[in-house]
């Protein structure tokens, strides 16, 4: 979550849902919580019940509409222009927390002479590449900086280079008639919020805002997201209690899968995976911009990562909490390759990590899968064949592999690929090889998930898993092993780091309880990943294994010398001593549940919460209190886990060239930055700009009102690809806007909940939804069939006409939207369309994310033929 | 909070005593009286709902190693025993005959599945992942730049998995073996 990394630190969500009581505002945006995430929700309705306005800003009404105090419809895309004008708003009615900005984020800080902003460039900033479609030189986004390195600042605020004067300019032209002109919103609608979050924050009150991939999967949704970090930041509700961004998660462990993870270009704990970047080619002619090895063999992308030291050089930092990037990646190859990592201080470990040389993300391998040139495939509970978007294509693809294999607990469309379809299958025509090994359900095997809160929470094994069910620990552990066997005569190098792998998770214990005695020890991989000592640190002879050695108590343990090993070190304390689980703590009590699980990092359930004192460590109110200093005890207390340097007193101030965390004053709350401050403006770590920057959907119905630039200018477009056809601005063939949505009773493409008669029940069959102008315009009638279509293919649904859904005057002309769920597919006891069939993929820049909140399409009444 | 699978036999006992003061009437059969819940004598073993990643917290009641109900956790203080409509069907998602038990293979063109031995399978797809990594493999880029990695082979989900889980995958198919396509739910 790039969006909130590059603005405070870590990608994660900065509170817990459980905090939201606390709240006397809540904006909810990109989210229909109330049901996607009921359960969280019901926090929302407390706070609304002490006293809170709660806005929901949605093109759909729905429940959580229905329980807002203020719900706005609004056209699917033009977030930035909403969020935009209420910064604008703030900075122009001095209505911004001024102490807060000043201290906290990097307001003061003046960028360089060479920067141009969109204001300049008419869309576009500085060091833009038309034929890479990129910004491969963003130089000019940093800071202006003085002999020593050091940013040069401006506490008046009023040089015209500061960011705070910047942030004015840029966000100038959005305007409350730019609301009206864009958003489809009124202007009394849109002051009605202004109004709210600025009366409901402050040192007194905090506000909230909540958001899920209704801001993620557009093109620029990452850009989304930022702005609402701005919002956040002016208002000053970061690291305070009521306040925060609630990013609202859609599976049970997403958050452990990015943090641990199963990602392409991160390693353990966010660390990035070593590059060696081949320059993104010309969007004029190529077919694909997967890297190709041997194109350009001339040209490099980025600093050189090709040993540890450059790796660190390239992606570690001299101050700030990122100056522990070498005891935390030495610690990974220990964790990794053992002993082995041992040799040169860790160099061959680190040369044996693969390199990326492009994006490998799972949408962009799709197309390189289609062209033939992915061979084999795993699919670990994931249904790409009617969960990802254009979906046709991804089945497609499917058939180009010679290999794969599904682990899964049904017979999901993935599976069925070769022999069913929505268009007829000839399975003799299908050559790939299937393996379909049956999975065990999260009741029949034991560990961790990590919620949305980034709370790890252990589960306990109920039964065995049915038959030849078994765990995908199972799977791996011992196709690891089998792999390890074939290799094991091989003296070819590339084999090294297979021969080399520690992978010894044996049960200490007998099984005798279970049917399965051959499970790994799911409590050993738990301990490789919080980190143990390779060596006992007062006698260094005494060497231990991850049987018997001792557990690291947290990641200040951790040490760049080889006597630690650490799987991923934010994970690091949930599991420090050999009789303490903190993942399985279940103790309820007290208002941030401290015993309950195990938040990383360091337990914090409020991220930045040094931010909820003042400069002086005192909090902003009595109302508002939660982390502040004792200056009798000299440290750091309260109601959470300090998230600072526990004995660092508000007055440090620094040495002149100091490093680490020394380099930080004790007013400087986001120590994961190399200044300490939030990020109003990002000056390195996004692909497509330092602020966020209004373009319309890839497919959008209206011509950008802002900028001569339509639609992001560094998204992913494939442009030559004839699979993926795009509706041209004007194309009156397609004028409806999609927004695709959850259902609260199913399960995203539906392999956790089609399968199951009593969900079924409740919710029998695709529908769309839309409004009774556009159905009369259509002759479309409420329960009946209407076949929706886009240039990459062709559904049916069931009618759902409702005032749910309202035509919006926008550009001086109507826009209907229309509302659609996904859950269907041609498998399970409950049967229909595949939504993603209709969706397009070009991708937002920085997460390679599609865009299936805000497309194009036509309807018609009746069924497909 | 905490169910107590003895709370009947305590009602009985306060009803008895009752019954004691005064009373010959027995309002209860003796068939009533020996009713109680299926899940009374059950284990109760601490779980997460699978679904979405608000992490509610479940009980799942065991006897004889099956599975009898999945209940909300009252003492969960994310969730206070409350479950939306997919949390609350957890049972059936994992207690359905709809379940696939044994492995099953498709061959090349083949028009049908056929059940295959977990072990034949596992040792199968392990030549399969030797064979297209020992063919894909590149350790040197053309310019002479180390990367040791293969695109032959692809991984995706993780998700719906467990932490321990997606540390092993990534782990042996990164560190061991080279994949870089290793990815999840979180870009979709």
């Known amino acids: ?865 | 909070m905490e169910e107590y699978p003895l709370l009947p036999a305590v009602v009985q006992g306060a009803l008895s005593e009752v019954m004691q003061v005064g009373s010959k009437v027995q309002p209860f059969s003796a068939e009533s009286v020996s009713k109680a819940p299926r899940i009374r004598d059950a284990q109760v073993v601490k779980s997460v709902c699978p679904y979405c990643a608000v992490g509610c917290g479940l009980n799942v009641y065991v006897k004889d190693g099956r599975v009898l109900d999945i209940e909300g956790n009252l003492d969960s203080p994310i969730s206070h025993g409350t479950l939306c409509p997919k949390g609350s069907a957890t049972f059936q998602y994992t207690v359905n005959a709809s379940r696939v038990t044994s492995a099953l293979y498709r061959a090349p063109y083949a028009t049908a599945w056929q059940t295959v031995s977990l072990n034949w399978a596992m040792e199968q797809i392990a030549q399969r992942v030797k064979q297209t990594r020992d063919e894909t493999f590149v350790t040197h880029l053309p310019d002479g730049r180390e990367v040791n990695h293969t695109q032959g082979i692809a991984s995706l989900g993780g998700a719906t998995l467990d932490v321990e889980e997606n540390y092993l995958i990534k782990k042996l198919f990164n560190g061991g073996l080279g994949m870089v396509s290793i990815e999840n739910q979180a870009r979709i």
């Open chain 1, 1 to 865: 979550m790039p969006g909130l990394g590059t603005s405070f630190g870590r990608g994660g969500a900065t509170t817990f849902p459980q905090d939201l009581v606390n709240s006397d505002a809540i904006l909810i945006m990109g989210s229909n919580m109330a049901e996607a995430h009921p359960v969280a929700f019901a926090n929302v309705v407390k706070a609304k019940e002490r006293g809170a306005k709660v806005i929901h800003v949605d093109p759909h009404f729905s429940r959580t509409s229905a329980l807002a105090n203020l719900f706005i419809p609004t056209r699917a895309g033009s977030d930035i222009v909403f969020l935009g004008a209420l910064i604008h708003y703030l900075l122009e009615n001095h209505a911004y927390f001024h102490d807060y900005v000043l201290s906290y984020t990097n307001a003061a800080t003046l960028l360089r002479e060479d920067f141009r902003d969109t204001e300049d460039l008419d869309g576009l900033f500085s060091g833009y590449d038309p034929d890479t479609e990129s910004y491969p030189d963003q130089g000019s986004w940093d800071y202006q900086r003085d002999q020593a390195g050091q940013p040069v600042i401006d506490l008046t605020l009023q040089h015209p280079r500061c960011v705070f004067q910047v942030l004015k300019r840029h966000f100038a032209r959005y305007t409350p008639e730019m609301v009206e002109e864009v958003c489809g919103v009124s202007r009394e609608d849109w002051l009605k919020v202004a109004q709210t979050l600025a009366a409901n924050s402050g040192r007194e009150r905090t506000s909230a805002i909540c958001y899920a991939v209704g801001w993620t999967q557009q093109s620029k949704g990452v850009q989304i997201i930022r702005a609402a970090a701005i919002l956040q930041m002016l208002l000053g509700n970061m690291g305070r209690p009521g306040g925060g961004i609630m990013a609202l998660r859609g599976h049970a462990s997403i958050q452990g899968s990015t943090d641990v993870p199963t990602l392409y270009d991160l390693l353990g704990g966010y660390m990035p995976q070593p590059a060696a970047l081949l320059p993104k080619q010309g969007t004029t002619h190529h077919s694909t911009p997967m890297a190709t090895e041997g194109a350009h063999p001339k040209a490099h992308v980025g600093p050189s990562q090709q040993t540890l030291q450059e790796y660190i050089q390239a992606n570690g930092s001299k101050t700030g909490w990122w100056s522990n990037l070498p005891a935390y990646i030495r610690s990974f190859l220990q964790a990794w390759y053992g002993e082995a990592a041992n040799v040169e201080n860790g160099e061959q470990a680190y040369r044996w990590i693969p390199k990326i040389t492009g994006d490998h993300s799972h949408l962009v391998t799709s197309y390189t899968m289609l062209d033939g040139k992915v061979k084999g495939y795993f699919l670990l509970g994931q249904n790409p064949a009617a969960g990802s978007t254009n979906a046709k294509m991804q089945r497609e693809a499917l058939k180009q592999l010679d290999w794969m294999v599904v682990r899964d607990l049904y017979e999901v469309e993935s599976a069925a690929f070769w022999h069913h379809g929505v268009e007829p299958v000839d399975p003799t025509t299908v050559k790939t090889e299937v393996f379909l090994l049956p999975a065990a359900a999260s009741t029949e095997k034991e560990g961790c998930f990590t919620n949305t809160q980034r709370l790890i929470q252990w589960r306990d094994k109920a039964i065995d898993p049915p038959g030849d069910a078994r765990s995908d620990l199972w799977f791996i552990y011992h196709l690891g092993k089998r792999l390890k066997e074939l290799y094991a005569s091989s003296a070819d190098p590339k084999d090294r780091p297979l021969q080399a792998l520690q992978w010894d998770y044996e049960h200490p214990a007998s099984q005798a309880q279970w049917r399965i005695k051959d499970e790994p020890d799911d409590l050993l991989i738990l301990k490789e990943i919080n980190g143990y000592y390779v060596k006992s640190s007062e006698h260094p002879e005494e060497v231990y294994n991850l049987h018997n050695a001792p557990h690291v108590a947290s990641f200040p343990a951790l040490k760049a010398d080889g006597s630690t090993a650490c799987g991923s070190w934010i994970y690091s304390g949930v599991y420090p001593t050999a009789e303490n689980n903190r993942a399985a703590a279940r103790n309820p009590e007290g208002y941030t549940f401290q015993g309950w699980g195990f938040a990383w990092p360091a337990n914090r359930r409020i991220l930045y919460n040094r931010a909820s004192a003042d400069p002086d460590g005192k909090p902003w109110s009595e109302r508002k209190k939660y982390i502040w200093w004792d200056s009798e005890e000299k440290k750091w207390t309260g109601f959470d886990t300090p998230d600072f340097p526990l004995n660092k007193p508000p007055d440090y101030i620094p040495q002149p060239g100091a490093l680490g965390m020394d380099a930080h004053s004790g007013r400087d709350p986001f120590l994961m930055k190399p200044d300490g401050k939030a990020w109003l403006f990002v000056p390195k770590g996004l692909k497509d700009g330092p602020l966020p920057t209004h373009y319309e959907a890839v497919e959008a119905p209206l011509k950008n009102a802002l900028y001569r630039q339509q639609s992001n200018p560094t998204a992913l477009y494939f442009r030559d690809r004839t699979d993926n056809k795009l509706v041209q601005l004007g194309d009156k063939h397609y004028p409806i806007v999609v927004t695709t949505y959850r259902l609260t009773e199913h399960h995203v493409s539906g392999p956790m909940s089609r399968w199951m008669p009593w969900l079924n029940a409740l919710q029998p069959a695709l529908f769309a939804e839309l409004s009774p102008e556009l159905a009369a315009e259509r002759g479309i009638r409420h329960g009946g069939w209407l076949t929706i279509s886009t240039p990459r293919g062709e559904i049916e649904a069931r009618a759902l006409v409702t005032r749910r859904m309202t035509p919006l005057r926008a550009g001086g002309r109507t826009v209907h939207q229309i509302g659609l769920p996904f859950h269907w597919g041609f498998q399970g006891k409950s049967r229909g369309s595949i939504t993603n069939d209709l969706a397009h993929m070009v991708l937002e820049p920085n997460v390679s994310i599609e865009e299936a909140k805000a497309f194009l399409c036509e309807i018609r009444a009746g069924r497909l033929p």
